[in-house]
């Protein structure tokens, strides 16, 4: 196996680790592995966030799930917000306390029309 290779094999087992963390998950109320992990492009402590979506409006939005009473709890995040908190997969911030004044969950949000846009 190549660097590339092994690089992206360690990122896949901690966004498998990351993904355990739930004891939803360990326990089989929710999936053994991520079913949006295709799109997930970066996690933090206790949030993970995933490829930018884009509403009937224009409105760019961020699919993020964060870790609540051993659930991971799906929702979005306007994507200014996080422009504003950085690049969380290149510095690896803490960013659940900074998110979650901006996190909607998506039961608040079922009427609005998504469509995805690729990371």
Do not use: N
Request: charged letters at 30%; a negative charge.
């Amino acid at each position: 196996m190549d660097s590339a290779g092994a690089k992206m094999l360690s990122r896949r087992i901690e966004q498998h680790s990351h993904w355990r963390q739930a004891g939803s998950v360990l326990d089989g109320r929710l999936p053994a592995s991520d079913p949006d992990r295709e799109s997930l492009v970066s996690l933090g402590c206790g949030i993970r966030v995933y490829a930018h979506q884009v509403t009937r409006d224009g409105d760019r939005l961020r699919l993020c799930k964060r870790l609540v009473d051993d659930i991971w709890e799906t929702g979005t995040i306007p994507e200014a917000e996080v422009e504003r908190w950085g690049d969380v997969m290149s510095e690896r911030v803490t960013i659940e306390r900074a998110m979650s004044d901006h996190f909607t969950s998506l039961d608040a949000i079922r009427d609005v029309d998504v469509q995805s846009v690729g990371g």
